[in-house]
């Protein structure tokens, strides 16, 4: 470092103040809301002149002249004014933003989120829970499990009895609140994919052994998971992440109503059965059979009944990726749309697309409570055997409080 740049740098430092005064103001502590206020008042404004701003969709600006507004590759070294941050996002950011409120916004699910929802996003970032672990989610915990509970019943109806027993069983989770959908689908094919290879005699159980062993030791030489043509793409992800391989979903065509073809599934697994019988050292195993309800691209839902069975006869897990139609099942005059929905093992629901609830909130549901302990860990410091952490069961260590926008959701529908 040159002495003049080791002077700058010594000059910089000393015009940054730090001391107590400076630091409560920063953090919301008890005695320091003025900041906060003054603050919060001035975004507010931001926010509330943006969605009144009439025009197109987003500004003129080209994506080439974009991203020169961000291609500065010094971390800024300077500290500003939050005043003059503000002015900044406004002008760079807010003014270039996608206004997914306008009525001429259509064609994606991602939309205008009604007021309370920014607003308890606030509160859910002061009150910052992290819902790894009881110490820092203490209320929150509780709510988020009768948030799955009470998703639960609402997709496998199960008795009052068996919810009065579970909704707060430490022993228990019927469900995770996960990132997004991806997050949902992965956890219910994980679950799928450890409950096809368990533990038996001297084998630890795929978790353990991992991939090879697991089909070594029960005659595979593959595994796959069938959903069709308009299943989502977050399956070939998981195909990968899983270590099945994206070559081994295999995707079913579709009738003319984009539902999968029932015909051209059991066809499939017959094949695969035929195959079985006569290849009993090098088996496919289906982990999965997916249906959907609401289709990415159509909005179809698959006859969730009838795949339902074929899965239980070919012993694979039935899982229903529900991530953008589920939370219609909130509105009971269009239940019947999903029947079957409850013979499902898992279901997959995503609160920011039909529940129009901010980016990105997603839930999936086990009809067994015992499902989840096929992912479950602990560990010392952290989520232990016997506390109530929901991050025993959780694929994501640190998780916001998204819940509570969800469970506000669902207690302000009519
Ligand atoms: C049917 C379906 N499943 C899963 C997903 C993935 O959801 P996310 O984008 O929240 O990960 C989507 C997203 O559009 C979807 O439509």
Known sequence: MSKLEDLNRNQRKANIEIDMEHLKKLFIMPDSPDKFVEFGTELLDMIHSFFQENGGIHSSISLNDLSK????INIPRDSQLLKNVLIEIKQKIVAHSVKVGSPYYIGHMTSVVPYFMVLLEMLIAALNQNQIKIETAKASTFVERELISWMHMLVFKKPEKYYKANIQNRNVALGNVTLDGTLANLTAMKVARNKAFPAKDNFPGIRSSGIFEAF????YAKAVIIVSQRGHYSFGKISRILGIGDGNLIKIPV?????MDLEKLKCKCDEINEH?????????????IVGIAGTTETGNIDNLAEIGKIASKNKAHFHVDAAWGGSLLLVEEYRYLFNGIESADSVTIDAHKLLYAPTAMGMVLFKSRKDLNNIRHTSNYIIRRDSVDLGRFTIEG?????????????????
Do not use: C, E, H
């Open 216 to 219: 070594q030791y029960y005659g």
């Open 398 to 414: 640190s998780r916001p409080f998204s819940a509570l926008n969800w469970k506000v959701k669902i207690m302000s529908l009519k």
């Open 69 to 72: 507004l961000f291609s500065d």
């Open 276 to 288: 079985n019988l006569k290849n009993p050292t090098k088996k496919i195993k289906i982990i999965s």
């Open 255 to 259: 009738d003319t109503q984009n539902k």
